[in-house]
């Protein structure tokens, strides 16, 4: 029987490009992978995500699993809850994709994310409603106390944004099921927003539709197009949100690991081996 994951306690890949092996013992709560250019920081993300797409959907075979295996928490898992957050912001070329789609605003990849991400929101407030007329309903009085805050994420949520964004103006529409903003008396929709505002939309959106289950969420470079006073505040804000996440991530920015952040560094050269 399968049984989900808390977060991966290691990864180790054998062979990677034929000629070293990885061993990376991972913390709980943030681990950020670091190197120079082309040392293989992506490489082994992208592996590892690849990995776990075959375990969660039950086709891995010793075949086809690339040298990479995990350790879990607790060790009896056999996968674990995980999004991949890409941060460039480069231009959609796959036409068939576009067809699909039918919205002449997605554009690039982040709008893509974006799109992807609103059904998930629609699908985390139908979760959140029906938690709470459970909790109303019970007849248990502690129950419904509880449900005043079952929606705390979400609005704690659209306060970090509103925070972030104020110097534009913009502000997230409470009344709206959809992600909207409001900016002096107009409407806007996320693909209209800057690209370093909807990196850090896609991110924070990412996060809080999880509702706080424990799961792994893997970002490459995350600090692309981000101003330097939002990557250092970039890891708080996530974990803010949820306190179960684990964070994977690769960065070349001293600032998204200034805030007390040092000790969750690991080079790649000291875990590798040949």
């Not at 994420?153 to 972030?164: E, H, S, V």
């Not at 534009?168 to 409470?174: E, P, Q």
């Amino acid at each position: 029987m399968k049984k989900r994951a808390d977060y991966i306690k290691r990864i180790e890949i054998k062979g990677l490009w034929g000629r070293k092996n990885i061993s990376w013992d991972l913390r709980p709560d943030v681990n950020i992978l670091s190197g120079a250019n082309g040392i293989g920081k992506s490489t082994i993300l992208n592996s590892s995500v690849k990995i776990l797409n075959k375990l969660e959907g039950g086709s891995l075979s010793n075949e086809d699993n690339m040298g990479v295996s995990f350790v879990f928490s607790p060790e009896d898992a056999t996968y674990i809850y995980y999004d991949v957050i890409r941060s460039f912001d480069r231009p959609l070329i796959n036409s068939g994709l576009l067809e699909k789609i039918g919205n002449q605003n997605v554009q690039t990849e982040l709008d893509w994310q974006l799109y992807q991400l609103q059904r998930r929101y629609l699908d985390y407030q139908v979760n959140i409603g029906n938690h709470i007329i459970e909790l109303l309903t019970s007849g248990n009085p502690e129950d419904q106390a509880k449900a005043a805050e079952v929606s705390h994420a979400k609005t704690k949520f659209q306060d970090l944004i509103d925070d972030l964004f104020g110097d534009t103006g913009k502000k997230i529409s409470r009344k709206s099921n959809e992600i909207l903003f409001e900016q002096d008396g107009d409407t806007l929709t996320p693909y209209q927003l800057s690209s370093g505002e909807k990196q850090m939309l896609v991110i924070l959106l990412t996060v809080l539709v999880q509702n706080n289950q424990h799961y792994a969420l893997f970002m490459d470079e995350p600090e692309i197009s981000l101003h330097v006073e939002w990557q250092q505040r970039l890891i708080q804000l996530i974990r803010s949100l949820n306190p179960n996440v684990q964070i994977i991530l690769t960065t070349h920015s001293p600032a998204v690991i200034m805030n007390g952040w040092i000790d969750a560094v690991t080079e790649v050269s000291d875990i590798t081996t040949r």
